[in-house]
Structure formats: C-alpha cells, structure tokens
C-alpha cells in the first residue's frame, strides 16, 4: 500500500504558465512535507517544505497548499521556467524520532518554450 | 561548505562480489539516512543513525546488507554477496538533528552484473 501518492505522474506546460503537482497521504501520524527536486544523474534537492500546522507555505515561485482534513498537499510553480524541468518527489515524515522520509513516486516535470 | 559526498559515483561488481558505499555527511550534522532508488520501487528508506547509533533499520533487506557509523565523519553501507536485484542508486541523507531537513549527497550507482 503506497502511503504517499502523486499526481500526475508527468506533467508539461508551457514557459511562464503555473504547474500545479499533487500529492496525498495515508498515514495521519505525517507532520512534515517536503518537497524535492531531482534532476538526472543528481540527488534529490531539497525545494520547499511545509508542517501539517501551516495551510501555505511560499518560496518565491514555490508554494504550498496543505490541506490536513483531505490529506492532500500540492505544490504550485508560478512563471514556470524551462530550467525546471526535473522530476519531482513529494515527501513526508511523522517527525520526532521517527524521522525517516516516506517518497511519492514523482512527477516528471516538462516546461516547453 | 561542502555538501553530503557520497564515493563512489558508479560501481560495478559481479554477481556474489561485495560492495562498500561511502557516505560522509555535512559537518555537524548528527543524522545520516540511506536510501535506494530505482525506477520500479522509487526512493525507499533504508537505515537512519543520529549521533552515530543506529535509530531504525526498518527498510534494510534481512540479508546481506549492513550499515555502520564508525564516526560522525562517515558512515559505510556493506552489501555482501551482491545480486543483479540490487542495482540501483543509492543515496546517503544528513540533517543536523534527525527530525526536519535532509540534504542528500549525488547517490552512488551499483550496477550488479
């Protein structure tokens, strides 16, 4: 059973338009979300993240929607650029102790010019 | 400040061979993580020490793997016996105190032949 779901599973938009990727969860116990961006042959990078008390969280062209009752977040890319494409992870952890990083299998990312 | 380096980047080994991937974290982070990504699986955690003592080896396969953290310098995981199934990129995480924030170094490629 796959406790961290994304969607769509790729996703293309035009240069300058916003992406909007999803994602929900199982597990009630998830307090942290973060998000990561990987590009072939690289790590995943850290991007935004966001705590199950927050509703938004914003990082420049970068946002967060949380919502608890759904267990649903999504993440949304103002003004994409072609320099995002990449794949994205959608994460969550229950925090504390237990600190371990449960993975969405991803969206990967086209922005076309 | 350098980030997690991971050596090394590729490795090839032979069916029954064994495999040694180096981790070393950020300076003054006290939580390593490892996890392994393939196309199929995605990203799955694997182990997690904080201040060099194993905390949870919920994701590490029963046999032939094993991870250690010898110093809050470095941390190794040992595959033994090597099988084509084991392919994949594995990645090393560190935060700096467990819970939040992981930074993850470049993976290292293991291609069992």
């Known amino acids: 059973q796959q406790q961290v779901r994304q969607s769509p599973q790729s996703l293309t938009v035009w240069e300058g338009e916003t992406a909007i990727l999803n994602c929900s969860y199982e597990?009630?116990?998830?307090?942290?979300f973060p998000w990561y961006q990987q590009f072939p042959g690289e790590g995943p990078a850290l991007l935004i993240s966001?705590?199950?008390?927050?509703n938004k969280k914003e990082d420049g062209r970068f946002t967060i929607f949380f919502n608890k009752r759904e267990k649903k977040l999504s993440l949304h890319i103002a003004d994409s650029q072609p320099g995002d494409s990449a794949t994205y992870f959608c994460a969550a952890s229950e925090g504390g102790s237990n600190a371990k990083l449960t993975f969405g299998k991803g969206t990967k990312l086209s922005v076309k010019s | 400040n350098a980030g997690v380096i991971q050596t090394p980047r590729h490795k090839v080994t032979g069916k029954g061979q064994e495999a040694t991937l180096w981790c070393e974290p950020i300076s003054g982070h006290s939580a390593v993580f490892w996890y392994r990504q393939t196309i199929v699986q995605g990203l799955e955690f694997l182990t997690y020490f904080r201040n060099q003592a194993p905390i949870d080896d919920s994701g590490m396969p029963k046999e032939r793997f094993s991870a250690q953290m010898p110093n809050q310098s470095h941390s190794t995981l040992k595959i033994q016996s090597t099988q084509p199934q084991d392919s994949a990129v594995y990645l090393c995480?560190?935060?700096?105190?467990?819970?939040?924030?992981?930074?993850f170094g470049p993976g290292t490629r293991l291609t069992v032949l």
């Open positions: 995480a560190s935060s700096l105190m467990g819970g939040g924030e992981q930074y």
């Open positions: 597990n009630s116990a998830f307090d942290y």
């Open positions: 966001i705590l199950s008390v927050s």
